[in-house]
């Protein structure tokens, strides 16, 4: 496709102002082209919407009225035939770009400083991207930009003997990253990810490969015939990014894998076993100098001593901020309390840095920091960092944030708590919360300690307008008997995963259940556009899920346009 084959082109942009200044440089820049635009407040396109019969789509971020281009291009690119996409974002927003590339667009324009020279030089690259990925998916199956970690735990669940699941990660990720800066850390990852799924598409073995993280690019291989459990493939792509030369901005970039595999001898292996034996093993390829491996064969004394290890990377990690918080958003699916309206949710979950610089997951530090009586701290740091926010809410001209906040049964029992939440509201100089702070109570953790937790509900609530939410719901008569104990705001249930799929009267009963007691209701783990359907039918308040929107990094940096 050329600059002079564009005919038909989609402008979607909530600024009229906008849309016509884009309708001017289009008259310029492809006279014969016949612009579309589309005004956001019309709501998401439907289902039946045509979208590949326009040869270029030039897609907003900041859509108004709480809706997200990233969101749009997650939701309707589908397929291979999905036009090219160019996204617009305000100056400065690197993270926006990094989730526009990894959603599928295929160049970015900065709103500000937007010029004829600038508009020709994106539509060329983002025509030349497009047809260069076109041509990957008449032999590849299309891949999806954003990476599913849970699409790649899902399938862990049905391993079979004989398999092998190989992990690798790009070493000491942080620190490349704060070096070269966010985006051209992402397009090494993503570089990674295509050097290996070519790398697999070509050979022999019938393979997987997903992008599972910031760094992380899984392989899943079926019926490894060979009697080396990997150990070619693992050296085969040590041997690949050996010989590659990168470069950033004209200049060589170094980086190495840690590559880890491991050999399904067990069909029974449980998919959280697997995963921690890659993270051992990756571990151990991190101790290696170079793009290196480790094929997990341990012995208990070489467990003792990763354990330990593992406890020397976690311990003082919240002392030391080395914590990576990641911010899950809501989507607003109802009309709702209006105390509610200008509040824009996130869901709060952190990762650990390790003084190797490497990620460590909460299922590798939850069950340490368990075992130490460590995970008040954890919750501590959590919600400083979340009041941090909360008290920039109150000097912002933007949508206030509001953030939901695992508290573990450590705090629920900690008769200091209370106390210790009336010091951040000092420090940080606010009179309360502000219904910005919701506090998520899982219902096991409720019963168990019942008239603690009603005492907390009810003070912080009243006192310092702090919301509860109740988690991991699965049935109306644990339901009801909490409600009818304590003030929640909101119910959390992850209805829709494949394995445990809620039955849809149950799920409407429990919904029902909680608009009876003013309690909003919210839907986890939207993977799909089935599951994106049947929470609107349920008539869910909130739902959240990598379909609809990845974690985020950073969520102050909101995007605000002046045309």
Avoid at 258 to 284: F, G
């Amino acid at each position: 496709m050329s600059e002079q084959e564009i005919n038909q082109i989609l402008v979607i942009d909530d600024s009229v102002d906008f849309r016509n200044l884009l309708i001017k440089f289009f008259e310029k820049v492809c006279p014969g082209a016949t612009v579309n635009v589309y005004d956001p407040a019309d709501g998401k396109p439907s289902e039946t919407f045509v979208w590949d019969k326009y040869d270029l789509i030039i897609l907003d971020y900041d859509l108004g009225n709480g809706e997200n281009g990233l969101e749009w291009l997650r939701l309707y690119k589908t397929s291979s035939s999905f036009p090219p996409t160019i996204m617009l974002t305000a100056q400065g927003n690197e993270e926006t770009v990094v989730n526009a590339f990894r959603y599928g667009a295929q160049d970015y324009l900065r709103k500000d400083g937007l010029t004829k020279g600038r508009m020709v030089e994106s539509i060329n690259c983002a025509l030349k991207r497009y047809q260069e990925e076109t041509k990957k998916a008449d032999t590849q199956q299309l891949r999806v930009h954003i990476y599913n970690k849970e699409k790649f735990y899902r399938s862990l669940e049905q391993i079979n003997r004989n398999d092998i699941v190989i992990l690798t990660e790009i070493d000491r990720f942080q620190t490349l990253r704060d070096e070269i800066g966010m985006l051209s850390a992402d397009k090494i990852a993503d570089f990674t990810s295509e050097k290996i799924l070519k790398y697999i598409s070509d050979s022999k073995y019938a393979g997987d490969v997903t992008r599972i993280g910031d760094s992380s690019i899984a392989i899943l291989i079926r019926n490894y015939q060979d009697d080396d459990k990997g150990n070619i493939i693992c050296e085969q792509l040590c041997k690949i990014f050996d010989e590659i030369t990168y470069k950033v901005n004209g200049e060589i970039t170094n980086f190495s894998l840690n590559i880890a595999s491991v050999y399904i001898l067990n069909e029974s292996t449980e998919a959280e076993a697997i995963l921690n034996q890659l993270d051992t093993a990756c571990r151990v390829a991190r101790d290696k100098p170079g793009n290196s491996f480790v094929i997990y064969e341990i012995t208990n004394n070489d467990a003792v001593k990763i354990d330990e290890q593992l406890d020397s990377h976690i311990i003082n990690a919240f002392s030391e901020d080395r914590v990576k918080p990641h911010y899950q958003a809501f989507v607003k699916l109802s009309s709702i309390d209006s105390k509610f309206d200008s509040i824009g949710f996130y869901q709060v979950r952190i990762n650990l840095i390790g003084l190797d610089d490497g990620i460590i997951e909460a299922r590798e530090f939850v069950p340490v920091l368990r075992s130490r009586n460590m995970q008040k701290d954890m919750d501590r740091w959590v919600i400083n960092s979340c009041v941090q926010k909360i008290a920039m809410n109150n000097t912002s001209d933007h949508e206030i944030s509001g953030f939901f906040v695992s508290l573990t049964e450590d705090s629920l029992t900690d008769i200091a708590f209370s106390k210790w939440l009336e010091s951040e509201l000092a420090v940080h100089k606010i009179s309360d919360f502000g219904n910005a702070l919701v506090l998520e109570i899982s219902i096991d953790n409720y019963m168990k300690h019942q008239k603690q937790t009603s005492f907390l509900i009810k003070t912080l609530g009243e006192k310092h307008n702090i919301l509860f939410a109740l988690t991991e719901v699965t049935g109306c008569s644990s339901l009801e008997s909490c409600l009818s104990q304590s003030k929640f705001n909101f119910i959390m249930l992850c209805p829709f995963i494949d394995a445990n799929q809620m039955p849809t009267k149950e799920i409407e009963d429990i919904v029902g259940m909680g608009k009876e007691f003013l309690c909003l209701s919210v839907a986890n783990k939207i993977e799909n556009n089935d599951a994106l359907m049947s929470a609107m039918r349920c008539e869910f308040d909130f739902i959240s899920g990598y379909f609809l929107q990845p974690p985020q990094d950073n969520i102050m940096e909101t995007e605000v346009v002046e045309v």
